[in-house]
């Protein structure tokens, strides 16, 4: 097996490296303290086709492997998660749908504009009584014509107050449960689509979610996303296509906190040598390494069973579940070594740690992921 990457995803991991390190991270505190991403920031993003990573290239996208994509993910998850988490719910589970299930037609409307940030994607499943229990949803579609009308509610949706575009999740036939569910593509000036209050959140600032409102929402029939009564299998298809880019991102956060913890160990002197030749602490960072390094291994070997068209809803929770669990305690230790330091807001271990805590939520929690393993292992037995 060859666990090395293509010269040319190479070369971009470290364009990117470059810039996340020279510009984005000088601006973490900026990003932080504000709530936004400055604009320059998400220009010189759009420039370098970091909104474009899941488009064909024969819509202005970068047409990127899904190891391609975990790539450049893994060296966004280095910076403010905020950050990484616009580009990451647009490139991820706000796009790929269309990417994926789109028509021609659909796909030529959307992506051009998505490749180019021009259109930011977004997610809409979630629901005050449809978080965990994706098939409970009570946002509704009604045939009228040539168009669906829309009427419900989703909250915590990120991207929703940038968003140009949603892919919604709404009951088309409440008789069918899971099957009588609709994907639709919903434009933000739909006529009945408002957005709500954003949310504050105790981290991921600069990435803003928010409700969204469908009150008797005008979409095209020509707007369903894949077939109708497909809407439950399409959103799984997205979650577990999306999970791989999460741990990517968490990855990559995973292995700035160790080389932050390192060098943090290595300057700090304690009893007239650095901490790092105290047994402890060199305890906590091999822990770290190795939750790190197994993150690496299966993140990228589901990103390889995605490009070759495997099943992957048992490694995709596995993953996901990985990922959110070992960045977890991964800031932890990272906390623990810096000691004070790390508790203190103007030092990033304290971001990376508050930011951590959501990865174990949103996408599915790690309670959620364990079932849907289990479930998949239970199926050997049928």
């Known amino acids: 097996m060859n666990f090395e990457l293509p010269e040319e995803i190479q070369s971009l991991k470290e364009g990117i490296?470059?810039?996340?390190?020279?510009?984005?991270?000088?601006?973490?505190?900026?990003?932080?303290?504000t709530n936004e991403i400055p604009t320059d920031i998400m220009e010189k993003s759009k420039e370098m086709g970091l909104f474009a990573l899941s488009v064909p290239e024969e819509y202005g996208g970068l047409g990127l492997s899904m190891v391609g994509k975990c790539a450049v993910l893994e060296?966004?998850?280095?910076?403010?998660?905020?950050?990484?988490?616009?580009?990451?719910?647009?490139?991820?589970?706000?796009?790929?749908?269309?990417v994926e299930m789109g028509t021609e037609a659909q796909k030529k409307k959307y992506l051009p504009a998505m490749a180019s940030g021009e259109m930011i994607g977004a997610f809409a499943l979630t629901e005050p009584s449809a978080g965990s229990h994706a098939s409970n949803l009570k946002t509704t579609a009604v045939r009228k014509g040539d168009e669906y009308i829309l009427n419900g509610s989703k909250h915590y949706i990120t991207n929703a107050p940038i968003a140009g575009v949603f892919t919604v999740m709404a009951v088309t036939d409440p008789s069918k449960g899971a099957k009588g569910i609709?994907?639709?593509?919903?434009?933000?000036?739909?006529?009945?689509?408002?957005?709500?209050?954003?949310?504050?959140?105790?981290g991921l600032h600069g990435s803003h979610s928010s409700e969204v409102f469908f009150e008797d929402c005008e979409v095209p029939a020509e707007n369903v996303l894949g077939e109708e009564g497909q809407g439950y299998m399409n959103a799984l298809k997205i979650l577990a296509n999306g999970r791989a880019g999460m741990a990517a991102?968490?990855?990559?956060?995973?292995?700035?906190?160790?080389?932050?913890?390192?060098?943090?160990?290595?300057?700090?002197?304690?009893?007239?040598?650095?901490?790092?030749?105290?047994?402890?602490?060199?305890h906590y960072l091999a822990e770290m390494a190795l939750d790190t390094e197994a993150l690496r291994s299966m993140t990228y070997r589901v990103a390889w069973m995605v490009d070759q068209g495997k099943k992957v809803i048992k490694e995709a929770a596995m993953v996901k579940l990985l990922g959110s669990e070992a960045y977890g305690r991964v800031a932890d230790?990272?906390?623990?070594?810096?000691?004070?330091?790390?508790?203190?807001?103007?030092?990033?271990i304290e971001r990376f740690y508050r930011d951590a805590r959501i990865t174990r939520i949103y996408e599915g929690t790690s309670e959620i992921q364990k079932n849907i393993i289990a479930t998949?292992?239970?199926?050997?037995?049928?």
Do not use: W
């Open 333 to 348: 230790k990272a906390v623990q070594i810096h000691g004070g330091i790390g508790y203190i807001s103007e030092y990033p």
């Open 376 to 382: 998949q292992l239970y199926k050997k037995f049928k």
């Open 249 to 282: 991102r968490n990855l990559g956060s995973c292995d700035k906190l160790l080389d932050m913890s390192l060098e943090f160990s290595h300057n700090r002197i304690q009893f007239g040598k650095p901490i790092f030749e105290q047994q402890i602490i060199q």
């Open 75 to 98: 060296e966004l998850g280095r910076t403010h998660n905020g950050y990484t988490t616009v580009i990451g719910g647009h490139t991820g589970i706000g796009g790929v749908g269309i």
């Open 17 to 33: 490296r470059d810039f996340i390190d020279n510009e984005v991270d000088p601006q973490a505190m900026v990003i932080e303290e």
């Open 182 to 202: 609709t994907s639709f593509i919903v434009e933000r000036d739909s006529p009945g689509l408002i957005i709500g209050k954003i949310e504050q959140k105790m």
